[in-house]
Structures are given as C-alpha cells and as structure tokens.
C-alpha cells in the first residue's frame, strides 16, 4: 500500500502522461528538437574534452622549452651557432636541433608533417621502436631512410612496396626507403608523420648544414625551465621561447566555448530555447485554458494543476536530457563523432580515427542541465501558475 | 497498465542502456591507458608538440607552436579561411607570458 502523498503523486504523473499522449505530435517534436540540442551541445563537450584530456595525459614530456628564431613576425630557420651561445646558460642539459615541416603531396592533397632530430639524444629513446607496428628509427647510418605514419603508408599507395619519392624544392627527387610503420596506438600523434635522419632533411628541404628548425632544450632541474626560459630569452633577443607549461597549456584552451562552432551551437541552443519559452511564456492555449477552469470546477486546487504542468514539463525536458546526452555518447564513442569530425578536420586529407574515451563529468551535465531544462520548467510552470489564480468562471465562459 | 508504470519500464530501458555505456567507458578507459603509455613514449623520444587532429593548415596541425598570428599571415589584409579555423580557438593566453 502506497503512501497517501505518493498515491496522489503517481495518480497526477498518469493524468499528465494522459495529458502528453494526447497532444503527442505536439510533446514529441517539442521533446526531439529539445534532445537534438542538448545532443549537439553535448557531443562537442564530450569530444573536446576527450580531445583535452588526451593532450594532457600524452603531451606530459613535450620538451621543455623550445626556441624558435622569428624575423618579420614568422618562423624562419634558427642558426645552430645559437647553440654555443646558449652553453653560457648554467643548467642546460641538452639542445637538440631539430628540422621539421609540411610536405604538401600535391597528387593527392595531403599534408604531411617531416621530422628529423637526433633520435640518440631524446629521452625515453631505448623505448621508442614500442612505438611501431614493426621495423626500426632510421638510424645515422643509414641515410635515405624513413619511418612513416600509417595515413602516409595508405596515401602514398605504399601496400607492400618499400620506397617512395618525395621532390625537393628544385623540383628533383628525393628517394626514400620505409624502415619502419608507426602502430596503430599513436595515430593520434603520428598519422601524418615522416620521421627521416637530419641530413635527408636537410636534403629535402635544402636547408643548410648550419640551420635547424627549432632548437629543443632539456634542463637539469625541471623548476628552473622559466628561469632558464627567460635567461634565453635575453641572451637571443630574436627568439621565441615557448615553454613545456604554455605548450600545455595550448590544448587546455585550443577547443573551447569561444570557438567558432562551439558559438554556432550555443547560439543554436539558445535561439530555439527562447523561441520555445516565448511561446510558452506569452500564454496557454484557449484550450488549454479551459481545461485548468474545468478542473478548478470539478474540485482541482492551483497546487494540484501546477503539479501536473510541472510534471509535463519535467518529463519533456528530463526525458529530451537522458536521450540528448546518452546519443551524444553514442555518437562520440561509437561513431568517431562523425557528425562534428566532418567540421573539425575541414580540407584535411589526413585525419586519425577518433578513438576518444567522451569526456563525461558532472560540471558538464549539470551546464547543460542548467541551460535547458531549468529555464524550460520555469516557461512553462509560470504561465500555468497566472492560469491557475484566474477565477474558473471567467475563463471557460 | 498504467501510463506511470510505462514510464518506469522506459526509464529503466534507458538506465539499463546508460550502464552499459558506463561499462564501456571502463573498459575503454583501460584500452586508451595503454595507448597513452605508448603515446607518451613518443612525444618524449621524437620531442612532439601537437596531436594531429586536423592537417590541412600548420596553425590547426601544430597549435602550440604556431604564432597566432600564423592564420591571417598569407597577405597583408588576408583573411583566415580554413574550415578548421571555425572549430580551433585561438590559444589567447599561449603568448601572454612574455620573456
């Protein structure tokens, strides 16, 4: 036997689902768009915050700092005579060189990312080659070598074939021999990658033997980086020095709700929620107006109909809030989230598979709980409420 | 049956389907640990800056080591125009720590 309070409750939940069901296309579109935006909103949190978390769990041991030489506001190759200099500096562990930059493979539209540096040098570097699905880095000896991500081995048309070409800036060819294929478990890092020796970069490139691309810096006592950061920052004036800290920090804010298209869907979200609480706000229906009079008649108290309005809006928006968020989970984790990866990776030819944990946490849900369902209860149980006051006579005659 | 007691086998559908995502995500969860491990090797051991989620333009293949100037840098007046500039926010205060 059910309490008397909860009998009333479960008996006022059936007459508001009788009242859904018979305005049902009605309920259900208004339950559908509701799901739809919350499914939008959700489904960029969850794939960005996955994005985020990815760059911070794996970009823990980015070098520490980075110097970069800039003329006329743009990177441009940095003197590796900047390397003595740079030994005045107490704390210094290493300075790598390092040559990278973008091959733009114009046969099929795809940019791919070269990198060479002195693999002996690195840390973890006894460890790197868990990295491949098989093979082996380059090693010094063996000039004409690579070790290509797997989007570059399916792009270039590689299958079973070891070689390929790539032109220098001349125009002539640069022949290459595939020691190596990035596992499936970095795509994420290593999709469009090209990892060469530092002499056939600078062959491919034609940078000169006394250049690099950036110098990367290891430090002795990793809280010492932005002391020592700034020191470099004064020795070489014509550099920028970007620390482990900032480049981390990059991911924390690169996706965010001041993005465009994170904008887009906000927006989106908050023109059809005020359309929809302008519709409820400015007032029933005739008919719906007559039904609060006749159940005020038959004995209905203004609690009792503002317990069914609240049930009808509680169930549209909590059931439109369970549904948006589980296919916003459904779409991210069982569907690469293919409906913002499309935006996300524009012109790219080279994309990874978005193997993403969704990022789901309470702040988010309760965000978005906040924005939709609240303020949706409030347009419709305040309307109902001024309904309900109004003397039962006067709004049935 | 009453209409309540329908709602009750739908929420009890859709808290069935939520837990089985949540076991999902568990089990996901330990993949992509072991992933990271492997991933974390080669950031430290090829010093790598970025993920490559979008290759088409170098500001959105490697944000942290952009300018974010780099998007308007074509010519004199130009304008940003690739697709993936709409979803990538600028890292503002990338650069506000100044040396």
Same mark, same amino acid.
């Given at each position: 036997m059910l309490p008397k309070g909860l009998e009333k409750q479960l008996n006022i939940l059936d007459f508001s689902l009788t009242s859904l069901w018979r305005r049902k296309?009605?309920?259900? /579109?208004?339950?559908?768009? &509701?799901?739809?935006?919350?499914?939008? @909103? %959700? *489904?960029?949190?969850?794939?960005?915050?996955?994005?985020?978390?990815?760059?911070?769990?794996?970009?823990?041991?980015?070098?520490?700092?980075?110097?970069?030489?800039?003329?006329?506001?743009?990177?441009?190759?940095?003197?590796?005579?900047?390397?003595?200099?740079?030994?005045?500096?107490?704390?210094?562990?290493?300075?790598?060189?390092?040559?990278?930059?973008?091959?733009?493979?114009? /046969?099929?539209?795809?940019? &791919?990312?070269?990198?060479?540096?002195? @693999? %002996? *040098?690195?840390?973890?570097?006894?460890?790197?080659?868990?990295?491949?699905?098989?093979?082996?880095?380059?090693?010094?000896?063996?000039?004409?070598?690579a070790v290509i991500g797997r989007s570059v081995q399916d792009i270039l048309g590689l299958d079973k074939r070891r070689t390929f070409s790539l032109f220098r800036p001349d125009l002539s060819l640069k022949s290459f021999?595939?020691?190596?294929?990035?596992?499936?478990?970095t795509d994420l890092l290593s999709n469009d990658l090209i990892v060469m020796n530092l002499t056939d970069a600078r062959d491919l490139f034609g940078i000169p033997v006394s250049m690099a691309t950036d110098l990367c810096i290891y430090v002795a006592n990793p809280t010492e980086i932005e002391t020592i950061a700034k020191?470099?920052?004064?020795?070489?004036?014509?550099?920028?020095?970007?620390?482990?800290?900032q480049i981390q920090k990059t991911y924390q804010v690169v996706f965010s709700w001041r993005s465009g298209l994170a904008s887009i869907c906000l927006l989106t979200a908050l023109v059809a929620f005020a359309i929809l609480a302008w519709d409820k706000a400015s007032g029933l229906s005739p008919e719906e107006k007559r039904e609060i009079g006749i159940l005020k008649i038959l004995g209905w108290e203004t609690g009792d109909i503002l317990a069914v309005r609240f049930w009808e809006s509680t169930l549209v928006s909590a059931l439109a809030f369970i549904i948006g968020c589980t296919a916003a989970y459904i779409h991210v984790a069982f569907f690469d989230?293919?409906?913002?990866?499309?935006?996300?990776?524009?012109?790219?030819?080279?994309?990874?598979?978005?193997?993403?944990?969704?990022?789901?946490?309470?702040?988010?849900?309760?965000l978005i709980f906040t924005f939709s369902v609240l303020p949706f209860l409030g347009a419709t149980v305040i309307p109902a409420w001024r309904c309900a006051t109004v003397p039962p006579d006067s709004v049935i005659r | 049956m009453r209409p309540s007691h329908t709602l009750f086998i739908f929420l009890l559908l859709l808290i069935i389907i939520d837990g089985m995502l949540y076991l999902h995500a568990k089990r996901l969860s330990k993949d992509l640990k072991e992933d990271q491990a492997i991933q974390a090797i080669a950031v430290a051991g090829l010093g790598l800056t970025d993920?490559?989620?979008?290759?088409?333009?170098r500001y959105t293949r490697h944000p942290a080591v952009s300018d974010p100037m780099a998007p308007f840098m074509d010519h004199p007046g130009a304008i940003e125009h690739f697709p993936t500039g709409s979803f990538w926010?600028?890292?503002?205060?990338?650069?506000?720590?100044?040396y």
């Amino acid at each position: 036997m059910l309490p008397k309070g909860l009998e009333k409750q479960l008996n006022i939940l059936d007459f508001s689902l009788t009242s859904l069901w018979r305005r049902k296309l009605k309920n259900l /579109s208004i339950m559908l768009v &509701f799901a739809l935006v919350i499914f939008l @909103l %959700g *489904s960029f949190q969850m794939l960005t915050g996955a994005l985020t978390s990815s760059a911070e769990a794996v970009l823990e041991n980015t070098p520490e700092i980075t110097i970069q030489k800039m003329s006329a506001g743009r990177q441009e190759a940095i003197p590796l005579a900047y390397i003595e200099k740079l030994r005045s500096i107490y704390g210094i562990r290493a300075v790598i060189p390092r040559i990278w930059g973008y091959y733009f493979d114009e /046969s099929n539209l795809a940019n &791919f990312t070269i990198l060479a540096l002195e @693999l %002996g *040098s690195m840390p973890f570097d006894s460890n790197l080659n868990l990295t491949l699905a098989h093979g082996h880095f380059p090693k010094k000896t063996e000039p004409g070598t690579a070790v290509i991500g797997r989007s570059v081995q399916d792009i270039l048309g590689l299958d079973k074939r070891r070689t390929f070409s790539l032109f220098r800036p001349d125009l002539s060819l640069k022949s290459f021999k595939v020691v190596g294929v990035f596992s499936q478990q970095t795509d994420l890092l290593s999709n469009d990658l090209i990892v060469m020796n530092l002499t056939d970069a600078r062959d491919l490139f034609g940078i000169p033997v006394s250049m690099a691309t950036d110098l990367c810096i290891y430090v002795a006592n990793p809280t010492e980086i932005e002391t020592i950061a700034k020191k470099i920052a004064v020795l070489l004036p014509d550099t920028r020095v970007l620390t482990k800290s900032q480049i981390q920090k990059t991911y924390q804010v690169v996706f965010s709700w001041r993005s465009g298209l994170a904008s887009i869907c906000l927006l989106t979200a908050l023109v059809a929620f005020a359309i929809l609480a302008w519709d409820k706000a400015s007032g029933l229906s005739p008919e719906e107006k007559r039904e609060i009079g006749i159940l005020k008649i038959l004995g209905w108290e203004t609690g009792d109909i503002l317990a069914v309005r609240f049930w009808e809006s509680t169930l549209v928006s909590a059931l439109a809030f369970i549904i948006g968020c589980t296919a916003a989970y459904i779409h991210v984790a069982f569907f690469d989230a293919s409906l913002l990866k499309a935006v996300m990776v524009g012109w790219s030819v080279i994309h990874p598979p978005f193997k993403l944990l969704p990022s789901v946490t309470l702040a988010d849900l309760l965000l978005i709980f906040t924005f939709s369902v609240l303020p949706f209860l409030g347009a419709t149980v305040i309307p109902a409420w001024r309904c309900a006051t109004v003397p039962p006579d006067s709004v049935i005659r | 049956m009453r209409p309540s007691h329908t709602l009750f086998i739908f929420l009890l559908l859709l808290i069935i389907i939520d837990g089985m995502l949540y076991l999902h995500a568990k089990r996901l969860s330990k993949d992509l640990k072991e992933d990271q491990a492997i991933q974390a090797i080669a950031v430290a051991g090829l010093g790598l800056t970025d993920l490559g989620v979008a290759t088409e333009a170098r500001y959105t293949r490697h944000p942290a080591v952009s300018d974010p100037m780099a998007p308007f840098m074509d010519h004199p007046g130009a304008i940003e125009h690739f697709p993936t500039g709409s979803f990538w926010s600028a890292p503002t205060n990338m650069f506000s720590q100044k040396y």
